[in-house]
């Protein structure tokens, strides 16, 4: 079946300092979902890619998809403490009529000291 | 516009006993998702469902575990005769389509003693 993975699983930082995240699928992805998850929390929606090669900012937030649409990258730049928490990258079920089931990566847990 | 909601946020059982947990998606959402999150780890898909229909059950445990989505109502996720390796974070997602964001409820952390 569909395997999204992503690197690394943990990265701690200073604050300021930037951060970025990998995501690879074994398939090719129709789009490519990114979502947060505080500590406690729930995921919460950051963004869709769905053009190869699409990049996307949201103030600190850089968000590229790979051209071959199977990998992609979250880059913050100058870490926040309010950066904390866990990033998640998650792709569509490869076809059939479960599209909507998304395959979620192993997440990396965002540490940011002050 | 209330968001996803669900309940209980905490819920122990002992071994054996059942666990219910219920889901309200966003109003006008007819898509709803399952997934379960053991500690320090990724979301993973159990069911996708569609008012009345189960759409895809591929990563539910073809034993004790039953999901549902009346016509009226919640969906409601139900674990019979609960073991220790059920214990984990019960995540609720609604769409109001297939395709796109998915709106996650706060979950329901279930303990089984």
């Not at chain 2, 989505?69 to 974070?89: W, Y």
Request: a positive charge; charged letters at 20%.
């Amino acid at each position: 079946g569909q395997q999204v993975m992503q690197i690394p699983q943990y990265q701690h930082v200073q604050e300021g300092e930037d951060f970025t995240t990998y995501c690879n699928s074994s398939t090719t992805l129709s789009n490519i979902q990114w979502y947060k998850q505080r500590p406690g929390g729930h995921p919460v929606f950051l963004i869709q890619l769905v053009k190869s090669g699409e990049v996307k900012k949201q103030k600190r937030l850089t968000f590229q998809f790979g051209e071959a649409k199977k990998n992609s990258s979250l880059h913050i730049t100058a870490t926040q403490t309010t950066d904390v928490g866990t990033y998640f990258c998650a792709g569509p079920d490869a076809g059939g009529t479960s599209y909507g089931k998304l395959t979620f990566g192993q997440g990396t847990i965002l540490t940011v000291h002050p | 516009n209330a968001g996803v909601m669900q309940n209980p946020r905490h819920l122990v059982r002992r071994r054996g006993q059942e666990a219910r947990l219920r889901c309200s998606p966003m109003k006008g959402h007819s898509h709803v998702y399952w997934y379960r999150q053991l500690p320090e780890e990724g979301l993973k898909f159990m069911v996708y469902l569609q008012k009345e229909n189960i759409i895809d059950e591929s990563g539910m445990p073809k034993e004790r575990f039953s999901a549902e989505f009346p016509k009226e109502g919640p969906s409601i996720l139900r674990i019979q005769q609960v073991v220790r390796g059920d214990s984990a974070a019960y995540f609720c997602a609604s769409s109001p389509g297939r395709v796109g964001e998915q709106f996650f409820g706060p979950g329901t952390r279930l303990t089984v003693l």
